[in-house]
């Protein structure tokens, strides 16, 4: 019996192929829940494929309420769908939360299958709406929500953020350990950690001006030292994953952090870290880094395209990008670049620049890697969502309409539908030129068959030549059937 049921929704057609993580979103909400004498139960619909029976299961115990997160896209449908499993079997609130909901709350909280929308975080609220929940009081002395009054959809005043130095420690033991969590570790499994929220910098492509208010808060390094600590005695930790949008916006804290690290003798990565930040490494700083051993940073490039990069306020040049990655080349530190692709106003050829920078830094740098090449999607509360709303671009108007509002898919209509094609193509090729990709799918034949498809994908993606391209058109039905 629980007092309080938190799922996780499916991520996406990907996530079929890719081994899943620790849901630490959900660990992080459940944290002050359990100070506070209430019990969790999680259910990760990546996970458990029984997870309509372990809901009802847990539905039959009359939980205070069921709490569900969810980012713009797939994840949507499938809380949708265990929204609809709630609601069916019982009057058990249905709290939603997470970036969609906070940046479209209104529209959330219209939904007959969803009773509560909880804005940006929810560390203090939730626990806030237990209460109420199990005393029939009023949800209008709750804060920072959204909940419906007669039929209508009201917001309550805004909940200041918290101190992330007070929250408490993650309950890890929530987590179901099974092989499927083992990702590229050297033995065990690889540990998403949060220690700070948010960034200051002005993409105006990304969700932060909205969900954090383009603010950055982290804790400081002796609690994440704390927190390192307890994850480790906790869990079968084989590499810790820093999850930070930027984790060295302070670089002296970083350096704090990265020197206990050497300490804990594990290996780790981090997420965040800005072109400009690699650049104002020391020699000291990359020597540190190595010993402490690092696997790999991750830095969000974006376009190859001077004009692209000054259109979406990235704050870097081409010619600091190349610099970055001379410095780290022959560091032994391993550098993952992030790009996108069909931003409003962006040209075949600016297209072509930015897929040459990719393959240029590679090449310049044999210890760089890509993610996947993921197509622009004005999502609400960015600056760019605003600007295409100005160009008469209509948008989805229900929440189920915003679940195929997905990153592989090119969403902005002021392209052709052959442009919106080339964009896609060159999504899914992407994909088999993406080391971190390959690393993590689960399948050993899969895998086998990635790296054999990585040559014809690197031939069409450098001609931008997609004629008679079935392989995607395979793997769609594919995805479809697994």
Same mark, same amino acid.
């Given at each position: 019996?629980?007092?309080?049921?938190?799922? =996780?929704?499916?991520? $996406?057609?990907?996530s079929?192929?890719?081994?899943?993580?620790?849901?630490?979103?959900?660990?992080?909400?459940?944290?002050?829940?359990?100070?506070? $004498?209430?019990?969790?139960?999680?259910?990760?619909?990546?996970?458990h494929?029984?997870? &309509?029976?372990?809901?009802r299961?847990?539905?039959?115990?009359?939980?205070?309420c069921?709490?569900?997160?969810?980012?713009?896209?797939?994840q949507?449908?499938?809380?949708?769908?265990?929204s609809?499993?709630?609601?069916?079997l019982?009057?058990?609130p249905?709290?939603?939360?997470?970036?969609?909901?906070?940046?479209l709350?209104? &529209?959330?909280?219209?939904?007959?299958?969803?009773?509560?929308?909880?804005?940006?975080?929810?560390?203090?609220?939730?626990?806030?709406?237990v *209460?109420?929940f199990?005393? $029939?009081?009023?949800?209008?002395?709750?804060?920072?929500?959204?909940?419906?009054?007669?039929?209508?959809?009201?917001?309550?005043?805004?909940?200041?953020?918290?101190? @992330?130095d007070?929250?408490?420690?993650l309950?890890?033991?929530?987590v179901e350990?099974?092989p499927?969590?083992?990702?590229?570790?050297?033995?065990?499994?690889?540990l998403?950690?949060?220690?700070s929220?948010?960034?200051?910098?002005?993409?105006?492509?990304?969700?932060?001006?909205?969900f954090?208010?383009?603010?950055?808060?982290?804790?400081s390094?002796?609690?994440?030292? &704390?927190?390192?600590?307890?994850?480790?005695k906790s869990?079968?930790?084989?590499?810790?994953?820093?999850?930070?949008?930027?984790f060295?916006?302070?670089?002296?804290?970083?350096?704090?952090?990265? *020197?206990?690290?050497k300490?804990?003798?594990?290996?780790?990565?981090?997420?965040?870290?800005e072109?400009?930040?690699?650049?104002r490494?020391?020699?000291?700083?990359?020597r540190?880094?190595?010993?402490?051993?690092?696997?790999?940073?991750?830095?969000?490039?974006?376009?190859?395209?001077?004009?692209? @990069?000054e259109?979406i306020?990235k704050?870097?040049?081409?010619e600091?990008?190349?610099?970055?990655?001379r *410095?780290?080349? $022959?560091?032994?530190?391993?550098?993952?670049?992030?790009?996108?692709c069909?931003?409003?106003?962006?040209?075949?050829e600016?297209?072509?620049?930015?897929?040459?920078l990719?393959?240029?830094?590679?090449?310049?740098?044999?210890?760089?890697?890509?993610?996947?090449?993921?197509?622009?999607?004005?999502?609400?509360?960015?600056?760019?969502?605003?600007?295409?709303?100005g160009?008469?671009?209509?948008?989805?108007?229900?929440?189920?309409?915003w679940?195929?509002?997905?990153?592989?898919n090119?969403?902005?209509?002021?392209?052709?539908?052959?442009?919106? =094609? @080339?964009?896609?193509?060159?999504?899914?090729?992407?994909?088999?030129?993406?080391?971190?990709?390959?690393?993590r799918?689960?399948?050993?034949?899969?895998?086998?068959a990635?790296?054999?498809?990585?040559?014809?994908?690197r031939?069409?993606?450098?001609?931008?030549?997609?004629?008679?391209?079935?392989?995607?058109?395979?793997?769609?039905?594919?995805?479809?059937?697994?």
């Open positions: 019996m629980a007092d309080v049921v938190l799922i =996780q929704p499916l991520l $996406g057609g990907y079929k192929i890719i081994r899943p993580v620790v849901p630490l979103s959900l660990v992080t909400i459940a944290a002050p829940l359990i100070e506070q $004498g209430l019990s969790v139960r999680i259910i990760d619909m990546n996970r494929k029984d997870w &309509q029976l372990r809901l299961n847990e539905l039959a115990t009359k939980p205070a069921v709490g569900i997160t969810a980012k713009t896209g797939s949507i449908t499938s809380g949708i769908q265990a609809k499993v709630v609601k069916e019982s009057d058990i249905v709290v939603w939360g997470g970036i969609h909901p906070t940046i709350p209104e &529209q959330t909280a219209s939904h007959p299958l969803v009773d509560v929308v909880v804005l940006r975080e929810g560390d203090l609220t939730l626990p806030e709406l *209460r109420v199990r005393s $029939g009081g009023s949800l209008d002395g709750v804060n920072g929500i959204w909940h419906r009054a007669n039929g209508r959809p009201v917001a309550t005043p805004a909940r200041a953020f918290c101190n @992330l007070d929250l408490p420690l309950p890890y033991h929530l350990l099974d499927g969590l083992v990702v590229h570790a050297e033995k065990g499994i690889d998403d950690l949060e220690t929220r948010g960034c200051p910098m002005h993409c105006s492509f990304c969700y932060n001006h909205e954090n208010l383009s603010r950055w808060r982290a804790m390094p002796d609690i994440t030292i &704390q927190r390192i600590e307890h994850a480790l869990l079968p930790v084989g590499s810790l994953h820093f999850v930070d949008d930027n060295f916006i302070r670089l002296s804290r970083a350096r704090e952090i990265i *020197r206990a690290l300490r804990f003798d594990i290996p780790w990565e981090a997420e965040g870290i072109v400009k930040q690699i650049n490494l020391t020699e000291d700083d990359l540190l880094m190595r010993a402490s051993r690092v696997r790999w940073l991750k830095c969000g490039v974006e376009s190859g395209s001077p004009r692209i @990069l259109f306020k704050g870097i040049t081409v600091e990008v190349l610099e970055a990655n *410095r780290l080349s $022959g560091s032994g530190i391993k550098i993952i670049y992030a790009f996108m069909g931003f409003p106003t962006e040209t075949v600016d297209l072509r620049m930015t897929l040459e990719a393959f240029r830094l590679k090449k310049e740098n044999p210890d760089a890697m890509t993610t996947v090449t993921n197509v622009f999607s004005p999502y609400p509360g960015t600056p760019l969502h605003e600007y295409v709303k160009l008469d671009v209509s948008f989805p108007e229900s929440l189920e309409a679940g195929v509002f997905e990153w592989k090119a969403n902005l209509p002021t392209f052709s539908s052959k442009h919106r =094609q @080339l964009l896609e193509d060159v999504c899914f090729s992407s994909i088999f030129l993406s080391e971190p990709v390959r690393e799918v689960a399948s050993p034949l899969l895998k086998v990635m790296d054999a498809y990585a040559p014809i994908a031939f069409r993606t450098k001609r931008l030549d997609f004629r008679f391209h079935i392989e995607r058109r395979f793997s769609d039905l594919v995805f479809k059937l697994i």
